[in-house]
């Protein structure tokens, strides 16, 4: 037998499951930022490269990097390079081959002053892309996102910035095209991040030409509001309110705006990934009687426990404000945005499972290219409060793939196969074995599902797996597949009972 038994039964079983729905993804991409700071944070908040599902997203970005003379360099030298986040975030190809990491520079705090500077002239942008070159291959990065906020705008940008922009970018792009010819490794990915606002896009983007040596590009389409603002909004809606719409209120501010702003203006579809926050930012109602959309807010809410943020909080705090601490949860139409929690004068506006998928919905119906998340790090990557870790991305995902809600799948789920009874043709393949033998049959060279390169060193097998097991209920990571013969990775739980394979 090619493949292991158990791996079978996860295929087989995981694949009558969800044949029920098409899947079909193919291309689509999920880009995961992870930002370098995560580790820092106190007690289980703290999360490091290693805490990143390596199936769960299609492409990773590590942020951030910066400049030093001219050059890029590590953002955080201590976490990076000594703590060894470059080499960790990479390894994680060894577990996913088709995994594709990113390295990002830019970002809010580095501003626009060094940029503009490298982008200025030929041989400081050859000298950039030299480096960039170097420094990817140094730590085996697949690609660089470029986060420059904002060309022609903030301390130290010039009017040029836009024409230096695409210089810039095709220099990366040919530097990268000629490296992949003399080594005959893979290109590397030239990507970027866009603004949501209009005006920046206008004076700072030529996008018809950046696009010509682009491979994909990411919409900030959150932060349309920001906790300083004197009155409460969701910082990231999909779509306008039929209330906002007759009063010609936020217009142009929500995530379906940006989108057919961009198209408008000649971006391919195929080019485009929508941006969905795994993270709320927090007001303090000046009434807490006066909670809807519109009220006055007396300032930005509190910092998040773990985070160092004014007026931000991680998904994975709010769930907890809301399940242990009693927040009370609004919806206000769910098709158009997130809900808002607020417990006495605090207030914070979300994306939760729901509006998640319904982005991942819109991107699949509009053909775009994928999703987007600020970041991984900020959904509820333990699981603490719902069923299954990483809840946000994971709705997001199965949107992308057509996949119903979790719920009405536990509803439809077939009668757990005992061993050697395989669920999807329904008849017994295999005698029952004993658990201790099919342990002691499995050889070092077996993946523990199909699918996963077995020569890959740091791949478990079923061997080490159920000899490491944690507790009775680890989780796995599965391929699976559709009738239609489409595959994915799910993560899924195992555990033994009586003999019996047990899965969700
Ligand atoms: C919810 O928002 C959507 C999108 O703007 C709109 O089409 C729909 O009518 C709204 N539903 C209600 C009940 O207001
Ligand atoms: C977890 O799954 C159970 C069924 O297995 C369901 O009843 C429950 O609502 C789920 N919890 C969450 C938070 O989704």
């Not at 791996?7 to 098409?22: C, D, G, K, R």
């Not at 209009?198 to 682009?214: A, F, H, M, R, S």
């Amino acid at each position: 037998m090619k493949y292991s038994f158990i791996a079978l039964i996860f295929v087989a079983f995981l694949a009558f499951t969800i044949s029920q729905n098409a899947v079909d993804d193919k291309g689509k991409k999920i880009v995961c930022y992870y930002a370098n700071w995560s580790p820092t944070r106190a007690g289980t908040a703290k999360f490091t490269p290693q805490n990143i599902d390596p199936f769960l997203c299609t492409h990773l970005i590590y942020a951030f990097a910066s400049f030093a003379e001219g050059k890029i360099v590590a953002g955080d030298p201590e976490q990076d390079i000594n703590n060894n986040g470059f080499v960790d975030f990479n390894d994680l190809k060894k577990v996913n081959e088709k995994l594709k990491t990113m390295l990002s520079i830019g970002g809010w705090a580095e501003g626009s002053a060094k940029f503009s500077r490298i982008a200025s002239k030929a041989d400081r942008r050859d000298r950039f892309a030299q480096s960039v070159v170097e420094l990817l291959r140094q730590y085996n990065f697949d690609g660089i996102n470029i986060d420059w906020q904002y060309p022609t705008f903030r301390d130290g940008s010039r009017p040029e910035d836009r024409e230096n922009f695409v210089e810039l970018v095709k220099t990366l792009r040919e530097s990268f095209d000629n490296e992949a010819q003399l080594t005959t490794k893979p290109r590397m990915l030239v990507t970027m991040t866009l603004p949501a606002e209009k005006e920046y896009i206008e004076q700072g983007y030529d996008l018809i030409n950046l696009q010509k040596y682009i491979d994909f590009f990411s919409i900030v389409s959150y932060d349309y509001h920001l906790s300083v603002e004197p009155s409460i909004n969701h910082h990231a809606p999909l779509y306008p309110l039929p209330q906002e719409i007759e009063a010609d209120m936020n217009v142009g501010l929500n995530a379906d705006a940006t989108v057919e702003y961009l198209l408008s203006r000649g971006i391919m579809k195929e080019k485009l990934n929508l941006g969905i926050p795994t993270y709320g930012r927090t007001f303090k109602l000046e009434n807490s009687e006066e909670h809807q959309f519109g009220a006055a807010s007396k300032g930005q809410g509190d910092t998040g426990k773990t985070n160092r943020e004014v007026g931000y909080i991680p998904y994975y705090e709010i769930c907890k404000k809301i399940l242990d601490e009693k927040w009370t949860v609004v919806q206000v139409n769910t098709s158009a945005l997130g809900p808002y929690a607020y417990k006495g004068e605090d207030w914070v506006a979300y994306d939760d499972e729901n509006i998640a998928r319904t982005k991942a919905e819109y991107v699949r119906k509009k053909g775009l290219n994928g999703i987007m998340f600020w970041t991984i790090d900020n959904d509820d990557f333990r699981g603490d409060c719902g069923n299954r870790s990483f809840p946000v991305i994971k709705a997001a995902r199965d949107g992308l793939r057509g996949i119903p809600p979790i719920r009405n799948r536990v509803e439809n789920r077939p009668k757990i196969p005992r061993v050697g009874e395989d669920p999807f043709i329904g008849k017994t393949t295999e005698p029952p074995r004993r658990q201790t033998e099919r342990i002691t049959e499995s050889t070092n060279n077996e993946p523990i599902a199909n699918g996963i390169n077995p020569t890959v060193n740091s791949v478990p097998t079923i061997k080490q797996f159920f000899l490491t097991l944690p507790t009775q209920k680890p989780t796995q990571i599965a391929r699976v597949k559709n009738s239609d013969g489409d595959s994915y990775y799910q993560t899924i739980s195992i555990w033994i009972q009586n003999n019996i394979i047990n899965f969700k």
